[in-house]
C-alpha cells in the first residue's frame, strides 16, 4: 500500500510527470477490486510557490479473474468451495461495502461521475451505460484499454467476468486533458488541501499531488479506517465466538442434566 510508503510514492509522482511523458496514466492491480481514481499534481515554482495549472494521474485498478472483495478476497480454494464458503463471500462483501459508505470512507481519489454528462467525453466515469457514482466494483473483473489515436483520447474500462458484454466501470479522457493541456472536470480540491499535503512534503519536492476530491482529515480517516477493520476482524472472529458460546451452553446442559 502506497500510504505506508509516502517518500516512495513521491518520488514516483516525480518521475512520471518529470519524464516528458505527454500523457501518462497508470494501470495497477492485486487489491482485489476495480476502480478509477485520480490526483491533481500541481507544480512549485520558485521560493515554493505553487502553480495554480495542474496535471491529473489517472488510475486504471483491476484485479482479480479469481477472486474479489464481492467473492471472497482470500485466494485460497477451501474458502470458495467449502460448506463455509458463503459465510466468507458474505464477509469479504459486507466489508468492503461497509468501508466504500461515503460519509464514512470517503476514498477521496476515487474518481466520481458529476450530474453534467451531455458531453463527447465521460471524464468521471458513467460512459456506455456504465456504473455511476463513485468508480470502482468489487466484482470479478478485468481491465481494458483503447486508444482512439485519430481523436487522441483513451478509453479505459473494467468489464465482469460473468454477464453481459457493457463494461461495469467506463471513462473516457483526451489526451490533451492527461497532459494537463485542456482541463478536466471532476475536481474539488481546495487552496487548503493543496497546502495540507504540501506541508508533509520535504523542500525538494517539486510536486503536490491531491486527490481529485480533495483532503480527508487525520481524524477522519483514523476512524474510518478503525470501523473498517473492526467490522472485517469481528466477521472472521464470530463463527469461533458462536462455536464456543455455542459448545458452552451444551456443557452447561450436560451438567444440570447430571445433577
Known sequence: EWVKFPK?????????LQSGAQSPFLVSGDVHMAQLSRKDCFQRRNEGNIGASSRPLVELTTS??????GTCFASSERY???WYAPYFHFMSRLSMSFNHLDRICPWNELVATTSDQQRLLF???????????KQFSLELNFGELEFDWEEQVVVMRVFGVIGTDQPMLSAKWSFAQLSGNDVMPGSSISTNDI????????ADDQWVC??????????HYFVSTSMGVTLLFTLILLPNILSIFSVLLVLRWILRKLE
Open 80 to 82: 470458495h468451495t467449502a
Open 123 to 133: 471524464e468521471n466515469g458513467g460512459a456506455e451505460g456504465s456504473k455511476t457514482g
Open 195 to 202: 497546502e495540507k499535503v504540501a506541508s508533509h512534503l520535504s
Open 64 to 69: 482479480g479473474l479469481t477472486h474479489s472483495w
Open 8 to 16: 516512495s510514492r513521491q518520488r514516483l509522482y516525480t518521475i512520471i
Open 210 to 219: 491531491v486527490d481529485c476530491s480533495g483532503v480527508v482529515s487525520s481524524l
